[in-house]
């Protein structure tokens, strides 16, 4: 089924304590697909959902898995798992927000990096929600520090991500030893085969959610490819920074070494600016997305998979410096602005010609609006087409 617009939440019948939290964040309307996901997902359905990134997919299934959970109940009843610790720490917030006015819900957010003996001193608390990313749940299991055999909802968080970076025995070991589960979601920005894989033999008769990128759910973004001498792109980018006074950026690299070099080039360039990769330790990789998520760092620069699950909804622009490997890449990228009904700018500096025919190929593929430009002296310059 296809969904377009959402619906107020106070027509979906959700529980009092519920209805308060969400008055609490000034949340009335619903999104697409919270709207497809909520009803079904109440009713103990299972779910696939296909919807663009930052369409508020955390409160779609965390809003039927807080009003499922018995409180005095001391199982895990619900697992969710994400592809990295970033989602899983995004996801674990929201769902604490949700369940501010509920007493005796705990959640517990387990991801590799991370000291195990916290997570277990945290397990023994008994929690009834497990976030996790599949490799440390996998290491819990092993452990015997965790139970799931009492898990009621399973729900997969970027599925088409996490199949994508290897976690797919991890996590059909997880969910074949889950025999109880009562339903299963899976949420992805895309479906691919694996996904379809997974759907076909874990989901009983699942409802099909669709969210379209349509105007009302595409953010309002404009594009713009930006060609540069390869020794420019740095200056290139400090130069729109400072001449359009945007306050709040995301730069995206394909590699890590290059996400440090560019950082590097940023400071001298004057520039505010920190990264995270793959390699960082997690306390620093953490202070840096507190620092960006209180707008206290201008430049963020990032790999794809380190910047997942950072939800920031006022990004003033992305910058792709490195044009991305993978189509959907892109279209996670630059969804980091534009939310929220806001407009938003993304920029991708090309340098050289397959640089050039991959964003072309990538605009055809996603179905983007790309405008050529250059700069005449300092002046960024929108080619006509």
């Avoid at 199982?75 to 610790?85: D, G, H, K, L, W």
């Avoid at 025995?169 to 030893?177: E, F, G, N, Q």
């Avoid at 889950?178 to 085969?193: D, E, K, Y």
């Avoid at 991959?358 to 405008?371: E, H, M, W, Y």
């Amino acid at each position: 089924m296809e969904f377009t617009q959402g619906v107020r939440f106070d027509s979906l019948g959700l529980l009092p304590e519920m209805t308060r939290a969400l008055e609490k964040k000034n949340i009335e309307w619903s999104t697409p697909v919270q709207a497809g996901c909520i009803s079904p997902m109440r009713e103990w359905k299972d779910v696939i959902a296909k919807a663009p990134t930052g369409t508020g997919k955390t409160f779609a299934f965390g809003i039927p898995i807080i009003e499922h959970i018995d409180p005095e109940s001391e199982e895990v009843q619900a697992v969710i798992m994400a592809p990295t610790r970033e989602l899983a720490m995004q996801i674990t917030a929201e769902l604490r927000d949700l369940a501010v006015f509920m007493s005796g819900i705990r959640v517990v957010c387990l991801y590799g990096g991370a000291p195990i003996g916290k997570q277990i001193d945290a397990l023994k608390k008994k929690p009834q929600i497990v976030v996790a990313t599949p490799g440390r749940l996998s290491d819990h299991m092993k452990r015997r520090t965790v139970r799931l055999d009492r898990v009621q909802t399973v729900v997969l968080d970027e599925a088409d991500r996490m199949l994508d970076m290897g976690f797919i025995h991890d996590v059909t070991r997880i969910l074949d030893k889950i025999p109880s589960r009562r339903n299963l979601g899976m949420f992805s920005a895309t479906i691919s085969r694996e996904v379809m894989d997974i759907s076909w033999v874990y989901q009983r008769d699942p409802e099909e959610i669709t969210v379209r990128a349509d105007e009302q759910n595409k953010p309002d973004i404009l594009q713009y490819a930006v060609t540069v001498e390869q020794t420019d792109k740095v200056a290139a980018m400090a130069r729109i920074i400072r001449q359009e006074r945007l306050e709040r950026v995301m730069v995206f690299c394909n590699t890590k070494g290059m996400v440090e070099r560019l950082t590097k080039y940023l400071e001298m360039e004057g520039l505010d600016a920190a990264c995270i990769h793959g390699d960082i330790p997690q306390k620093k990789r953490e202070q840096v997305m507190a620092r960006f998520r209180r707008g206290e760092l201008p430049v963020f620069v990032a790999t794809d998979v380190a910047a997942r699950g950072i939800d920031v909804d006022d990004v003033d622009a992305v910058f792709n410096y490195d044009v991305p490997q993978e189509n959907e890449y892109y279209v996670h990228r630059i969804g980091r602005t534009g939310r929220a009904k806001r407009h938003g700018v993304a920029y991708t500096l090309v340098a050289d010609y397959p640089s050039k025919m991959r964003l072309d190929a990538i605009a055809k593929f996603t179905g983007n609006d790309v405008k050529p430009a250059h700069f005449e002296g300092d002046t960024l310059v929108v080619d006509a087409k």
